[in-house]
């Protein structure tokens, strides 16, 4: 019986990674919401108004959410990955030890690149047109408001999908099962967003595709700096700068007004991007740029800090070549 027992849910005398990734998601989902209450208490003591709480498109409610999302996600994956792990924290892709500003930036500039390429094609094909700038002082307010807001979604998010998640699903099926599932989670939690189901076929080939995109993007740099920095700038340009829905969502006053025309199985219609092949296109631009980047050793002195499970299979691999 106890062999038994073992054999379901341990490994290497751990709980099983599987069963820590289950225990992960609940926790974090906890205390998001514990946090997200006493957040919010503490926003009415400071005299925010209830009706400034209420709806997910609240500016006071979506911070609120988003950065306790974030601290969640974060605290659970290092105490997880410490007492129920029993790994190091530098593992899970944020560490700050060497060039890691030179990969959040580069992650950045592709990031605002994909974006921008996903404008310009629009543009160029007549699908979108221009009606309106708006004043440097409201892009300033504007910026300094969603900055603070889509970076905790980019953290939050990547660490729960590329960081725990990943890692453990690599350390109990391997790279290639970690890779998929993980894309899969990834999509799956964003069906729920207004509009997603439009176009559902697309929407998930869209999602499923950054998904593959980010987590190949963590294993050749060892890191979620760079997947962090596309994250973000992805959103930022996307909402805030260009005037698309983010996954259906829109964020305050975009710097460009803009009225799409355009096929939505192009444009994506009105969960934006992320469900047209505008995104796909994008996404495999910047998967060259990504891989040629790789293969010409630009992250080549990023800190190791995987785990054996992560490192076996390559170490497997070079040996298979020097046969």
Same mark, same amino acid.
């Given at each position: 019986?106890?062999?038994?027992?073992?054999?379901?849910?341990?490994?290497?005398?751990?709980?099983?990674?599987?069963?820590? #990734?289950?225990?992960?998601?609940?926790?974090? @989902?906890?205390?998001?919401?514990?946090?997200?209450?006493?957040?919010?208490?503490?926003?009415?003591?400071?005299?925010?108004?209830?009706?400034?709480?209420?709806?997910?498109?609240?500016?006071?409610?979506?911070?609120?959410?988003?950065? #306790?999302? #974030?601290? $969640?996600?974060?605290?659970?994956?290092?105490?997880?990955?410490?007492?129920?792990?029993?790994?190091?924290?530098?593992?899970?892709?944020?560490?700050?030890?060497?060039?890691?500003?030179?990969?959040?930036?580069?992650? @950045?500039?592709?990031?605002?690149? +994909?974006?921008?390429?996903?404008?310009?094609?629009?543009?160029?094909?007549?699908?979108? %047109?221009?009606?309106?700038?708006?004043?440097?002082?409201?892009?300033?307010?504007?910026?300094?408001?969603?900055?603070?807001?889509?970076?905790?979604? $980019?953290?939050?998010?990547?660490?729960?999908?590329?960081?725990?998640?990943?890692?453990?699903?690599?350390?109990?099926?391997?790279?290639?099962?970690?890779?998929? @599932?993980?894309? !899969?989670?990834?999509?799956?939690?964003?069906?729920?967003?207004?509009?997603?189901?439009?176009?559902?076929?697309?929407?998930?080939?869209?999602?499923?595709?950054?998904?593959?995109?980010?987590?190949?993007?963590? +294993?050749?740099?060892? /890191?979620?700096?760079?997947?962090?920095?596309?994250?973000?700038?992805?959103?930022?340009?996307?909402?805030?700068?260009?005037?698309?829905?983010?996954?259906?969502?829109?964020?305050?006053?975009?710097?460009?007004?803009?009225?799409?025309?355009?096929?939505?199985?192009?444009?994506?219609?009105?969960?934006?991007?992320?469900?047209?092949?505008? /995104?796909?296109?994008?996404?495999?631009?910047?998967? #060259?740029?990504?891989?040629?980047?790789?293969?010409?050793? $630009?992250?080549?002195?990023?800190?190791?800090? =995987?785990?054996?499970? !992560? %490192?076996?299979?390559?170490?497997?691999?070079?040996?298979?070549?020097? =046969?």
């Amino acid at each position: 019986m106890e062999r038994v027992f073992r054999a379901i849910f341990l490994k290497d005398d751990r709980l099983r990674p599987v069963i820590r #990734c289950v225990v992960y998601v609940v926790l974090t @989902i906890v205390c998001a919401e514990l946090l997200a209450a006493i957040g919010g208490l503490t926003a009415l003591a400071a005299g925010v108004k209830p009706s400034d709480l209420e709806g997910d498109s609240s500016y006071p409610a979506l911070l609120i959410s988003e950065a #306790c999302l #974030c601290a $969640a996600a974060v605290g659970v994956a290092i105490a997880a990955r410490r007492l129920l792990d029993r790994r190091s924290v530098a593992s899970l892709g944020l560490s700050f030890q060497g060039r890691w500003p030179r990969l959040l930036l580069t992650g @950045i500039l592709i990031g605002a690149g +994909m974006q921008a390429g996903i404008f310009a094609a629009d543009a160029a094909l007549g699908y979108s %047109r221009v009606t309106a700038f708006a004043p440097a002082s409201v892009d300033a307010l504007e910026l300094l408001k969603y900055v603070p807001v889509l970076a905790a979604v $980019a953290v939050a998010e990547e660490m729960l999908t590329r960081g725990y998640l990943f890692q453990n699903l690599w350390e109990e099926w391997g790279a290639p099962a970690a890779v998929v @599932i993980s894309a !899969a989670i990834f999509a799956a939690g964003h069906l729920d967003n207004p509009n997603s189901h439009e176009q559902l076929v697309l929407t998930v080939s869209g999602l499923l595709a950054y998904g593959v995109w980010a987590a190949l993007s963590v +294993m050749w740099t060892r /890191s979620l700096w760079l997947v962090v920095g596309v994250h973000f700038a992805w959103n930022l340009f996307e909402g805030s700068v260009f005037g698309f829905p983010v996954s259906g969502v829109m964020f305050g006053t975009p710097a460009i007004a803009q009225t799409a025309a355009g096929p939505a199985w192009f444009t994506g219609g009105s969960f934006g991007p992320e469900a047209g092949a505008s /995104s796909l296109a994008a996404l495999a631009v910047g998967f #060259c740029t990504l891989y040629w980047l790789h293969r010409a050793g $630009a992250f080549a002195d990023s800190p190791d800090t =995987r785990e054996a499970y !992560a %490192r076996e299979p390559v170490a497997a691999g070079v040996r298979q070549m020097k =046969r």
